[in-house]
């Protein structure tokens, strides 16, 4: 072997080790924003209640949940423009900053109301620090390595997940309900020095110019339109003026955003970046697959706790299968890619999950929990099959000066996608229970049912069942387990419609080009990269 040789794989080897350590940290990062998500659902009941938590209504609870996607979809391709101008390094500092700081305010919030803005902070931190931790991970891996680091990546938000209800359980079991906020201040001071001592001062080769009416017009469209989108899952009618207006002026602004970006001389959101087939096709992947399956894991809780009769604590350990599943199949489908390609890896495992979604319309209230526990751990798998090829393919077409906004793109996805799926899913149950129970004969004012107790058990199965056990009317909680049942086949079926559109995305957009197509930014790559 040649001295120069010698010397390259000396270099090589060098880079090699010295990714490894950046590859932890930014990991760690990324899957607070999940551990985090994963404490407060196991939270919520505490929160509701006047002498352990904070008394929260159901409205000001899902704004608790809402504040922070809100802000988090609305901002996130600030982040990543911000990425690009200051380089990776400093906004991931900054997000880890600010997430650490708006933690440890919710921690101690006097009321619901100052812990909504809590976590509408925790939001941005979130959407500076995750465009970051993808675009850190694509300039500082050697691409041999990179669809690796990239599943290794993705199965963060797994771990996050299986690892937030047992921590928040063990963490409210023994101390005050901001114990499940504070927790997130270690990691962060962890993660910062982490940054400091590891991460390296990435930069692009070319310093943009930041673009502050596009980042506005951006942030407020996006946050107007998943506005809307959550009004419509907490049960507005879709014409009203909580939902029609802030969907409306938020299409108007992305309208004024995208127009704006074609004349830019420096766009916060490279719209080229969708002249590759790859990269459309697989944000439009992402999209539907994390509608599906946030939709889907939004009535399975339901379920669990309703008629399967499961206590929180038993229904999140259920789901946890759920998260090992994404875990092991993020980190099979780098192999299953070289096996049998991106394209055919990506397509398989939105196919499993959507024959999972299906299984769902045969489920009742003697269900077989072992029976549930598999169903979600294959769901998981495919999902977990989905995540690193489709990134990898789409990362492969944005050059290194835009790796923060194509890596905002891939995060804006899953959260917007997110957050369809629930008021997807929720709207449906909503309206079908509330039909199925209309057309129910209910216990009678002389059997311990007053017309008011009537109405309060048609607005949701937990308030039926809540009142069946008050009132001692167990054919009662047994109506509304049948109207849920009905409304959850009803949302499956369109669930998995859904997903079976995302595997033919998957088949066809996907495909393999030619090289030499369209470019981003100069740099030429096949679309269907890893694809056959």
């Known amino acids: 072997m040649s001295a120069v040789s010698r010397t390259e794989e000396t270099t090589k080897a060098a880079a090699t080790a010295r990714s490894w350590p950046v590859l932890v940290v930014v990991v760690c990062a990324q899957m607070l924003i999940w551990l985090d998500t994963s404490i407060l659902n196991v939270a919520v009941t505490t929160l509701a209640d006047p002498d352990r938590g904070l008394g929260a209504t159901p409205a000001e609870l899902e704004w608790v949940a809402s504040a922070y996607t809100l802000v988090f979809a609305g901002t996130l391709f600030a982040g990543g423009a911000l990425a690009d101008r200051f380089g990776p390094r400093a906004t991931l500092f900054a997000g880890l900053a600010l997430f650490g700081v708006a933690s440890g305010a919710g921690a101690f919030a006097g009321n ?55 921590a928040g359980g063990a963490l409210l079991s023994h101390f005050w309900w901001g114990s499940v906020f504070l927790v997130n201040v270690p990691i962060v001071v962890l993660c910062l020095a982490g940054v400091v001592a590891v991460v390296p001062a990435l930069k692009g080769p070319v310093r943009r110019v930041l673009d502050l009416p596009g980042l506005a017009l951006s942030v407020l469209g996006l946050g107007g339109v998943v506005y809307g989108v959550i009004e419509l899952g907490n049960g507005r ?19 004024a955003f995208v127009a704006g970006q074609r004349r830019s001389p420096a766009p916060s959101l490279d719209l080229r970046l969708f002249r590759q087939p790859g990269f459309t096709a697989g944000s439009v992947v992402l999209l539907i697959a994390f509608l599906a399956l946030a939709g889907h894991l939004f009535y399975a809780a339901f379920y669990l706790q309703g008629p399967r009769g499961l206590s929180p604590a038993d229904a999140g350990t259920v789901m946890i299968s759920a ?44 269900t077989p929990i072992p029976v549930v526990v598999a169903l979600l751990w294959v769901q998981g798998f495919g999902m977990g099959l989905v995540g690193t090829p489709v990134t990898a393919v789409m990362m492969s077409a944005v050059p290194a000066q835009l790796a923060g906004a194509g890596s905002a793109v891939n995060s804006v996805t899953r959260q917007v996608g997110g957050t369809l799926g629930v008021a997807m899913a929720g709207s449906i149950l909503s309206g079908v229970y509330r039909e199925r129970m209309a057309d129910a004969t209910l216990p009678t004012a002389a059997q311990g049912l007053s017309p008011g107790a009537a109405e309060q058990a048609r607005t949701s199965a937990e308030a039926a069942r809540s009142l069946a056990g008050s009132l001692r009317l167990p054919e009662l909680a047994a109506t509304a387990d049948r109207a849920f049942l009905d409304a959850m086949y009803a949302a499956t079926f369109w669930i998995a419609v859904l997903a079976f559109v995302g595997f033919v995305v998957a088949a066809v957009g ?22 056959r």
Do not use: C, N
């Not at 199949?329 to 990506?346: C, D, E, F, I, K």
């Not at 369209?518 to 679309?527: E, I, L, T, W």
């Open 112 to 166: 619901a109301g100052w812990l909504i803005v809590a976590r509408a902070f925790m939001g941005a931190g979130s959407a500076l620090l995750m465009p970051a931790t993808l675009s850190v991970i694509v300039q500082s891996t050697p691409e041999e390595r990179r669809t690796r680091a990239i599943a290794i990546w993705s199965s963060s938000s797994a771990l996050g997940v299986a690892v937030g209800p047992v």
């Open 237 to 255: 009618s879709w014409h009203g003026a909580h939902v029609l207006v802030p969907l409306v002026l938020g299409g108007a602004l992305l309208t």
């Open 323 to 366: 998260a090992v599943g994404i875990l092991l199949g993020s980190q099979a489908s780098p192999a299953l890619s070289r096996l049998l390609s991106a394209r055919w890896t990506v397509a398989a495992g939105v196919l499993v999950t959507a024959a999972t979604y299906v299984g769902y319309l045969w489920f009742d209230g003697r």
């Open 510 to 531: 996907l495909r393999p080009r030619k090289a030499g197509g369209a470019s981003v930014g100069g740099a030429g790559v096949d679309s269907g990269s890893g694809g």
